[in-house]
């Protein structure tokens, strides 16, 4: 029977073993020692053709082989005791050969895994509270409570009608209100949210109510609700 000798990458003598066995579709249990080592010469003569080094450890193991080969050829003496066991030569070979597979398995599988983490990035993980903007509003807050803490102010003091539109020289700014505030709650250190509107005009609320969420959000105050629609009370970030 001929067969076809190609020469192929090897990671060493039991590889190439491993690769002739299951081209021949042997059992690795029951290894023909001498088709094995008869296919596994012929490659060592087509490297030496073919000019290439051959590595100690593939004569080596030619070596092993041709002495398992030579021992399961001698006759056997007809005075053996039938019951002795006898090793079979071919028993650490097949060993090997079972071990360098289950590693060389697992080898495959290390490298897919290699070769799909290759596909990823990581970062290496950094504080990111620098860039989370601080909002001095409590978890269970809304801006729609404060919106409700004004309205239910105008209910009391009847300002459902228009407010004043009437034209003055007083202008008001978000900055000069925050500074008024700011001294506000320096004296009290708490303040309740309805009381910083003691100016009832258009204006003066809008830039009151901008005012109040500006230094919220830049950690100036902090806006606190002991209950769903209770007060609402600012307080000093201090506080």
Same mark, same amino acid.
């Given at each position: 029977?001929?067969?076809?000798?190609?020469?192929?990458?090897?990671?060493?003598? +039991?590889?190439?073993?491993?690769?002739?066995?299951?081209?021949?579709?042997?059992?690795?249990?029951?290894?023909?020692?001498?088709?094995?080592?008869?296919?596994?010469?012929?490659?060592?003569?087509?490297?030496?053709?073919? #000019? +290439?080094?051959?590595?100690?450890?593939?004569?080596?193991?030619?070596?092993?082989?041709?002495?398992?080969?030579?021992? *399961?050829?001698?006759?056997?003496?007809?005075?053996?005791?039938?019951?002795?066991?006898?090793?079979?030569?071919?028993?650490?070979?097949? !060993?090997?050969?079972?071990?360098?597979?289950?590693?060389?398995?697992? *080898?495959?599988?290390?490298?897919?895994?290699?070769?799909?983490?290759?596909?990823? &990035? !990581? =970062?290496?993980?950094?504080?990111?509270?620098?860039?989370?903007?601080?909002?001095?509003?409590?978890?269970?807050? =809304?801006?729609?409570?404060?919106?409700?803490?004004?309205?239910?102010?105008?209910?009391?003091?009847?300002?459902?009608?228009?407010? #004043?539109? =009437?034209? *003055?020289?007083?202008? &008001?700014?978000?900055?000069?209100? !925050?500074?008024?505030?700011?001294?506000?709650?320096?004296?009290?250190?708490?303040?309740?949210?309805?009381?910083?509107?003691?100016?009832?005009? =258009?204006?003066?609320?809008?830039?009151?109510?901008?005012?109040?969420?500006?230094?919220?959000?830049?950690?100036?105050?902090?806006?606190?609700?002991?209950?769903?629609?209770?007060?609402?009370?600012?307080? !000093?970030?201090?506080?």
């Amino acid at each position: 029977m001929n067969y076809m000798i190609e020469i192929g990458n090897f990671e060493g003598p +039991l590889d190439l073993l491993l690769h002739l066995i299951k081209q021949s579709e042997m059992d690795i249990f029951d290894i023909n020692i001498e088709m094995i080592t008869k296919q596994y010469l012929e490659y060592i003569e087509k490297m030496e053709e073919l #000019n +290439l080094n051959i590595a100690s450890e593939y004569l080596v193991m030619a070596a092993e082989l041709l002495e398992i080969k030579s021992y *399961t050829l001698l006759p056997k003496h007809k005075n053996e005791v039938e019951d002795d066991y006898e090793d079979d030569p071919r028993e650490k070979l097949i !060993s090997r050969l079972l071990e360098y597979e289950k590693y060389k398995n697992i *080898t495959t599988t290390f490298k897919e895994c290699e070769q799909e983490r290759m596909k990823m &990035y !990581s =970062k290496d993980p950094f504080d990111l509270s620098s860039l989370v903007e601080n909002d001095n509003i409590e978890e269970d807050f =809304k801006i729609d409570d404060l919106i409700n803490a004004l309205n239910k102010m105008f209910e009391r003091k009847e300002l459902e009608k228009p407010l #004043n539109t =009437k034209v *003055t020289t007083k202008e &008001y700014s978000v900055a000069e209100r !925050s500074k008024q505030i700011k001294n506000i709650l320096k004296q009290k250190r708490k303040v309740n949210f309805v009381e910083l509107f003691d100016i009832y005009s =258009k204006d003066y609320i809008v830039v009151t109510f901008l005012s109040v969420l500006n230094m919220a959000r830049n950690n100036d105050l902090k806006i606190i609700q002991d209950k769903n629609f209770g007060n609402i009370d600012i307080i !000093s970030v201090g506080d």
